[in-house]
């Protein structure tokens, strides 16, 4: 299913709202959890498994032009080291499945705005997508760098709730946006 630039730019904005949410809250069992993501199990179960199938729905629909005649080794291939990775590489597992879902996303939402030109201000969506899929890929191949950004965040009381603020409102700006088309 392919979003339009109206859908992705509002799903962005929800996005960047609910990351928001998630650092103002006072709910200690939210913060706990929050705090507890990079190394939390249950996260990693979810995270890897929701990114591994979209993964391998992608691959199981590429086309002739995209290495068709081998998608089904890649399928196995993809398969198998999802598989082991939690056997191999459990540390930061979590972390390393919210970072493909998070390029997973990125790329639906980037599709909606392709080509779109004539929309200047689809770029308040599109910059911060790519900045985001610049520091997946970062924290895919350096998960442990989450734990140390919690450190920091949440060493004092209004870091978090600063971030959440600004994820709050650059949401809502640009879920605003979307109505703008």
């Given at each position: 299913?392919?979003?339009?630039?109206?859908?992705?730019?509002?799903?962005?904005?929800?996005?960047?709202?609910l990351i928001g949410a998630l650092f103002v809250t006072t709910n200690k069992p939210i913060?706990?959890?929050?705090?507890?993501?990079?190394?939390?199990?249950?996260?990693?179960?979810?995270?890897?498994?929701?990114?591994?199938?979209?993964?391998?729905?992608?691959?199981?629909?590429?086309?002739?032009?995209?290495?068709?005649?081998?998608?089904?080794?890649?399928?196995?291939?993809?398969?198998?080291?999802?598989?082991?990775?939690?056997?191999?590489?459990?540390?930061?597992?979590?972390?390393?499945?919210?970072?493909?879902?998070?390029?997973?996303?990125?790329?639906?939402?980037?599709?909606?705005?392709?080509?779109?030109?004539?929309?200047?201000?689809?770029?308040?969506?599109?910059?911060?997508?790519?900045?985001?899929?610049?520091?997946?890929?970062?924290?895919?191949?350096?998960?442990?760098?989450?734990?140390?950004?919690?450190?920091?965040?949440?060493?004092?009381?209004?870091?978090?709730?600063?971030?959440?603020?600004?994820?709050?409102?650059?949401?809502?700006?640009?879920?605003?946006?979307?109505?703008?088309?």
């Open positions: 299913m392919e979003l339009t630039l109206f859908q992705s730019t509002l799903f962005a904005g929800i996005l960047f709202v913060i706990a959890m929050v705090k507890g993501f990079p190394r939390s199990r249950t996260a990693a179960y979810v995270t890897m498994t929701v990114g591994g199938i979209w993964t391998l729905y992608k691959v199981a629909h590429l086309g002739e032009a995209n290495y068709g005649d081998f998608k089904h080794y890649i399928f196995i291939g993809f398969a198998i080291i999802g598989l082991l990775s939690f056997k191999y590489a459990p540390d930061f597992l979590s972390v390393r499945g919210a970072c493909i879902l998070y390029l997973l996303i990125a790329n639906s939402l980037l599709n909606g705005a392709f080509g779109q030109y004539e929309e200047p201000l689809r770029l308040f969506m599109v910059a911060p997508v790519y900045i985001g899929a610049a520091v997946a890929l970062y924290l895919g191949y350096s998960p442990f760098r989450v734990r140390d950004f919690f450190t920091w965040l949440f060493g004092t009381a209004s870091r978090p709730k600063t971030v959440g603020l600004v994820f709050l409102i650059y949401g809502g700006l640009v879920g605003a946006i979307a109505f703008a088309y």
